[in-house]
């Protein structure tokens, strides 16, 4: 029998599913787990958003569309654009995709030939390297300090560019720092950019996922590189849509052109049936977004506040997304029960077994000595898991 494809075997798997996929595991043979590792918001579609689904299947709305996405979606987009980002596109520069992740795939596969480089800050969201490595390009990894909130700078890009170089990768607000680059920080990312001609993909899916004083800043919004900018967004995140599967990118004639080109010989278009959730999901007013993003908050400043008190943890204070990412370095190299927790690997190894706690290494998002934890879940679950990351720290600080 012939081998697999190589491409794909050398590919990393996603370590946030295979973590989530353990933990599951574990709950569904009785085991007490407290899960922070997932990616979505724990409250449910808004109720206008259901009933604009529920009313496209009874009015058969359940065919193909335009490739592109329907009409009063782009409109909508377009709309939403405008009014959230100060972006300027028409209807003919949108693509509605299946996800935010695959307007980003579609971004890449638009973008890049052979052996090209795509610098990625780290920490990254992981699936962007992999992405890249999909497209047969390279992702060319800039490692950024906790010193200045894990973004990366403008003296940092410009080492790392090069005449291989395509795009730079861009998430704000942040999986997993919850970090939000500043109006005058993107300004000074934006000079680079201008003066090198590389295109940016901005991930700007946790848009509205932002605490005050912080705010978004659209990088697309800079007129000298706006026709370099592949803005990407989707309703994931902000309306609690994971699972409707609807992202979109704003970008150049050129670019949107040549990854339309993709879709349409892969999966055509997004969902009919999402689509006219999204245009209620996009069109509706913002109380569900705001009391939810009110909420997220409530639950990071209970859990910074915690963490800070906890011996050998260091934490940033995350100014938007819904994950924290303490340093655990001070706990490593230590063994409790035997166990040597040599790395950030062991430490969530040893805190699902020992603790019934699960997070994500922060190995899988490019930076080791650091964990990633969700606080898109419950308070009460909240409280238990801060309750046992502490007792699994103490543990470990009582060891040698
Ligand atoms: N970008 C980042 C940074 C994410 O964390 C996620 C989902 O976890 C996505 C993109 C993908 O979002 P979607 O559900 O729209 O594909």
Redesign the pocket.
């Known amino acids: 029998m012939k081998t697999l494809s190589r491409k794909v075997q050398d590919l990393e798997e996603s370590q946030t599913l295979t973590l989530t996929e353990a933990a599951n595991r574990l709950k569904a043979s009785g085991v007490d787990i407290v899960s922070l590792t997932a990616?979505?918001p724990d409250f449910p579609t808004p109720a206008h958003v259901k009933i604009a689904a529920i009313q496209a299947i009874e009015e058969n709305f359940t065919h193909y569309t335009p490739l592109r996405g329907i009409p009063p979606l782009l409109k909508a987009i377009v709309a939403k654009f405008e009014r959230d980002n100060n972006l300027h596109f028409e209807p003919s520069q949108i693509l509605v995709s299946?996800?935010?992740?695959?307007?980003?795939f579609n971004a890449l596969q638009a973008v890049c030939n052979k052996g090209d480089e795509v610098v990625i800050p780290a920490p990254f969201?992981v699936?962007y390297p992999e992405m890249v490595k999909l497209v047969d390009a390279r992702p060319v990894i800039v490692q950024t300090l906790s010193a200045s909130n894990f973004k990366i700078t403008a003296r940092q890009l410009k080492k790392a560019v090069n005449e291989k170089t395509k795009a730079l990768l861009l998430?704000t607000p942040?999986?997993p720092t919850g970090a939000v680059y500043s109006q005058g920080e993107l300004e000074e990312l934006a000079d680079v950019v201008h003066d090198t001609g590389i295109f940016v993909i901005a991930?700007e899916?946790?848009e509205k996922v932002v605490y005050s004083p912080a705010r978004h800043f659209s990088i697309g919004s800079i007129r000298q590189i706006k026709d370099q900018v592949i803005t990407?967004n989707?309703?994931?995140?902000a309306y609690a849509m994971?699972g409707w599967?609807?992202?979109y990118l704003g970008a150049s004639n050129a670019v949107v052109e040549a990854a339309a080109k993709v879709q349409s010989q892969t999966t055509s278009n997004a969902t009919s049936i999402s689509q006219r959730a999204a245009v209620a999901a996009l069109s509706g007013h913002a109380n569900d977004v705001e009391g939810m993003v009110r909420e997220f908050e409530r639950r990071r400043d209970f859990l910074v506040a915690e963490f800070s008190k906890i011996p050998g943890i260091d934490v940033v204070n995350p100014q938007g997304?819904f994950h924290l990412f303490p340093s655990i370095k001070p706990l490593l190299g230590k063994k409790v029960k035997g166990m040597p927790i040599r790395n950030d690997a062991d430490f969530c190894h040893y805190l699902i077994e020992q603790e019934h706690l699960a997070l994500v290494p922060g190995s899988a998002f490019g930076i080791p000595d650091h964990v990633r934890l969700s606080y898109a879940t419950s308070m009460s679950e909240l409280e238990k898991g801060v309750e046992r990351f502490r007792s699994g720290c103490r543990k470990l600080n009582e060891s040698y």
């Open positions: 990616g979505e299946v996800g935010a992740k695959h307007s980003i969201w699936s998430n942040s999986n991930d899916i946790y990407v989707g309703v994931s995140k994971t599967r609807i992202g997304s």
